[in-house]
């Protein structure tokens, strides 16, 4: 019930929290105002107008709530973060990891309601019952249970930012699920990112490694020194936050995005052309039907295109898909294309040129 806290259930009036932490624009980041985005998990989301960053609050939660634990682990937040956001060299004890950890997700799960009452309802959000298990764990300070979580450097312009991707365990020959078994959560503060992996409740759990390198910051271990692993850039930011760099331990088993949030919706042709809706679910991009055909054939393509937000989009042609790679500013995804291997193909169409690379197996 959205007149109920978020986290506990109370009835009683509800409060404001600042999705990051006030302290977070009071320690020397960049306050110039930028664009403010919410919306569908995994998904480009609507504008929410310009303002500083850091000001934007939720109401959602209980005075008790708002001013108890959750205050208290922004606290740790701010003592342990605050230098690593400004790119200071730093480490993270044993003791405080799990506060981190238990913030990070709390800061994801604030987050997420700042999507729309009707897209929550449509199933954009994350589940309640994760709202309800993190407040039951508020006395022991630690993330949910069957959580990993890992932190890097982040380089890029964005100063703050929060992604959920929904994932699916995969077993060779074994259908996909219909509901997701776990969200990777990134959140990007400054120079710092943290990137976790919270399995759901109800579904199998499986450990997974970082082939980023980074250091894990949860299950607690040796004190964190940071920075350490690689760095996650603007132009790798899309593929790192969808989970692309999470490996089962296991042989069998794969974690992967769930694919009804990773594809791109269902296209048609129109002209020649392949409409497709874009991923801010106000514009469409069109790509030549040539490639559609190609790709019965198993033959795969890589192109650029943009929407009229505006948005560039580096796109994956598939056996039954087409799939967005990254999506952000043009000069990053056209940097990004500009590494794939292979000489670029022109294809002459009624619209005019268009321009894609064949993908090696």
């Known amino acids: 019930m ?32 930028v664009r403010h985005m919410a919306g569908p998990l995994n998904g480009l989301p609507r504008h929410m107008g310009e303002q500083p960053p850091f000001r934007q609050t ?12 959750m205050s208290r682990l922004e606290h740790v937040a701010q003592r342990v973060l605050a230098p690593l956001v400004l790119g200071e060299a730093g480490r993270i004890h044993p003791d405080d990891q799990g506060a981190i950890a238990m913030w990070a997700q709390k800061t994801a799960l604030t987050a997420m309601l700042m999507s729309s009452n009707e897209q929550r309802e449509r199933g954009y959000g994350l589940p309640q019952a994760m709202y309800t298990a993190l ?7 630690e993330p949910l249970d069957a959580s990993q979580f890992w932190i890097g450097r ?12 929904p994932m699916a365990v995969r077993v060779s020959r074994i259908p996909e699920p219909d509901r997701p078994h776990a969200y990777a959560l990134t959140l ?38 940071w920075p350490r692993g690689q760095t996650v850039t ?56 040539s490639l559609l055909e190609d790709a019965l054939q198993g033959i795969f393509y890589a192109f650029v295109t943009s929407c009229d ?7 994956h042609t598939g056996s039954d898909s087409v799939n967005c790679k990254a999506a952000g500013a ?28 064949r993908l090696t197996a």
């Open 2 to 33: 959205s007149d109920s806290c978020a986290f506990c259930g109370s009835i009683e009036p509800l409060t404001r929290e600042h999705v990051f932490g006030d302290w977070l624009s009071k320690i020397g980041l960049d306050l110039t105002p």
């Open 58 to 69: 939720v109401k959602r939660f209980c005075a008790s709530c708002n001013n108890g634990w």
């Open 135 to 141: 407040y039951e764990r508020r006395d022991r300070v």
């Open 154 to 165: 982040y380089e890029g312009t964005t100063r703050s930012a929060v992604r959920v991707t």
């Open 188 to 225: 990007v503060l400054g120079q710092l990112i943290l990137h976790g992996l919270t399995f759901d409740t109800l579904a199998p759990a499986v450990e997974v490694a970082n082939v980023s390198r980074m250091p894990q910051l949860w299950p607690k271990g040796a004190p964190v020194l």
């Open 234 to 289: 603007e132009e790798s930011f899309l593929r790192f936050a969808d989970g692309k760099t999470l490996r089962s331990t296991l042989d069998v088993v794969d974690v992967q995005p769930w694919t009804p949030a990773a594809q791109v919706p269902r296209s048609v042709v129109v002209n020649g052309m392949v409409r497709v809706p874009a991923l801010c679910e106000m514009h469409s991009i069109h790509y030549p039907i």
């Open 309 to 315: 937000c505006p948005v560039a989009y580096l796109m």
């Open 330 to 357: 043009s000069e990053g995804i056209s940097a990004t294309y500009a590494d794939i291997p292979g000489d670029e193909m022109l294809i002459r169409h009624p619209a005019g040129a268009f321009f894609c690379k």
